[in-house]
C-alpha cells in the first residue's frame, strides 16, 4: 500500500520504519522531524516505576512494550549500524524523608518482586556520590533507559528521503464516504495515498479532516549536564527520585552527559519556566551534590501531548485514517508497542481487544481542547 505518516516523532518514525519492513510504500511528512517532545525527553524505560494509583489501563501498555524494547533496539542497531543509548542498568528510587520513603514503600507494594528495598547505606554503597540525605530507597532492575535523539536519529537515517520537510494542513477525504485518500501539505503539494497513520502529537489536532481529539499540552522543563571528567563517573544508575513529596529523575549516558528532569505543568509559561529549572537543580543537589561541578548544556522545554486519562488515542478514526497521539510522559516506552500496533490497524488487522479498548480515541466522545492551546505550545517548540 501507499503509505503516509503524518508527524516525524519518535512514535510516527518507529510507525513508518515498521510499515516500510513490512513491504509498503512509505512517505513521511514533517517540517521539523524529531525536534519536539521526541527531543527533550530523557528516554527512560520505566515501567515500574512510572506506575501509578488509577492508571490501571496503561500499566499493561507499559509492561508490552518494555518487553519489546530489547528487540526494537537490537533490530534497529544491527539495520541501521547506529546505536541507541539502550542500557540496562537497573533504576534507583530514592527518598529523603520519612514520607518519601512511605510513597516508596507503597510503590514496592504494589510491584511485588519486581522492586527490592534498599537502605540510605545500601544505596550509597551503589552510588558513592549520593547525598547524606538519601535514607532508602528501591533498587528496580526492570527500569532501564535509551537514548531518543540516537534512537530518532537511526530511524531517519533508515528511511532517509522517505521524510519530507514539509508540514501536513490537510488529510484529504473522499465525498460521501469520508475515507481517506491522501493529505494536502502547507506548501500546497497534494500526495495519494491508501491509508494515512497521523502521528503529529499535538499538531494532531490542527490537521482539517482529522476528527477533533481530546489533546492536551503538558509541558516540562528538562536540563542536559556535563559531567567534568575528574569527577566522572558521578552517577551510573538512572535516578528517580522523590525530595520532600516533589519528583526528580537523573539519566546518565556513557559520553558523560546526565539529563535532569522533568517537570510537569498545564497553563503558565510557555517554554522553559525559571521555578521549573531552580527547582529542578535544587531537588536533585539535595540527592546528588556534586552536579553543582556540572556544566548546563542545554535547558529546553517541550509540551507533551495528553489525554484525559494519560492513555495514548491510537485507533481508526475513519476509513483510510488512523490517529497515534496522546502519549503523554509515555511515548518513548510505549514506541515498540505503538509502532506495532499502529501498522496492524493500517493493514487492517484485528488488535487485542483490550488494547482496542483502552487506547479508543472516541472513548472520550467529542470533547477537545481549543485550538489556540495547542498551536500556541506548538509555537514555542
Not at 508527524?7 to 520504519?17: K, P, V, Y
Not at 525527553?41 to 499493561?60: K, R, V
Not at 506495532?340 to 467529542?366: C, K, M, N, T, Y
Amino acid at each position: 500500500m501507499r503509505i503516509i505518516v503524518v508527524g516525524a516523532g519518535i512514535i510516527g518514525l518507529a510507525s513508518a520504519s515498521e510499515l516500510l519492513r513490512r513491504g509498503h510504500e512509505v512517505t513521511v511528512f514533517d517540517p521539523a522531524p524529531a525536534a519536539g517532545a521526541s527531543r527533550a525527553a530523557a528516554g527512560m524505560l520505566a515501567p515500574t516505576t512510572e506506575l501509578a494509583w488509577g492508571q490501571d489501563a496503561l500499566h499493561p501498555l507499559l509492561a508490552e512494550a518494555a518487553a519489546r524494547y530489547p528487540a526494537f533496539v537490537a533490530a534497529l542497531e544491527e539495520r541501521t549500524g547506529l546505536g541507541t543509548g539502550h542500557r540496562r542498568t537497573a533504576t534507583l528510587a530514592v527518598g529523603v524523608d520519612a514520607a518519601d520513603r512511605a510513597t516508596l514503600a507503597e510503590l514496592a507494594t504494589l510491584r511485588g518482586g519486581a522492586v527490592r528495598r534498599i537502605t540510605g547505606s545500601e544505596a550509597r554503597e551503589l552510588e558513592p556520590a549520593f547525598a547524606p540525605a538519601v535514607s532508602g530507597g528501591l533498587l528496580v532492575s526492570e527500569d532501564h533507559q535509551v537514548d531518543p535523539r540516537l534512537v530518532t536519529a537511526a530511524l531517519l537515517a533508515e528511511l532517509g528521503s522517505r521524510v519530507r520537510l514539509d508540514a501536513v494542513a490537510a488529510v484529504e477525504r473522499e465525498p460521501g464516504s469520508g475515507r481517506a485518500t491522501g493529505i494536502r501539505s502547507a506548501s500546497g503539494e497534494r500526495a495519494v495515498a491508501d491509508e494515512v497513520l497521523v502521528a503529529a502529537g499535538l499538531g494532531a489536532t490542527l490537521i482539517d479532516g482529522v476528527p477533533r481529539l481530546p489533546l492536551r499540552p503538558v509541558w516540562g522543563d528538562i536540563l542536559r549536564l556535563r559531567v567534568p571528567d575528574a569527577i566522572r563517573p558521578l552517577l551510573t544508575h538512572t535516578v528517580r527520585g522523590l525530595v520532600r513529596g516533589s519528583a526528580v529523575y537523573l539519566v546518565p549516558r556513557e559520553d558523560g552527559e546526565l539529563v535532569l528532569g522533568a517537570t510537569v505543568r498545564e497553563g503558565g509559561v510557555e517554554g522553559v519556566q525559571a521555578g521549573g529549572v531552580l527547582a529542578l537543580l535544587r531537588d536533585a543537589e539535595r540527592i546528588l551534590p556534586g552536579i553543582a561541578e556540572c556544566e548546563v548544556v542545554e535547558v529546553l522545554a517541550r509540551a507533551r501531548p495528553g489525554s484525559p486519562d494519560a492513555v495514548p488515542l491510537l485507533g481508526r478514526v475513519a476509513p483510510g485514517l488512523v490517529v497515534a497521539t496522546g502519549f503523554d510522559r509515555h511515548g518513548v516506552l510505549l514506541t515498540p508497542l505503538a509502532a506495532e500496533l499502529g501498522s496492524d490497524l493500517v493493514e487492517g488487522r484485528d488488535v487485542a481487544p483490550a488494547f482496542s479498548a483502552a487506547l479508543d480515541p472516541f472513548r472520550f466522545g467529542g470533547t477537545g481542547v481549543a485550538d489556540a492551546t495547542v498551536a500556541s505550545a506548538l509555537s514555542v517548540a
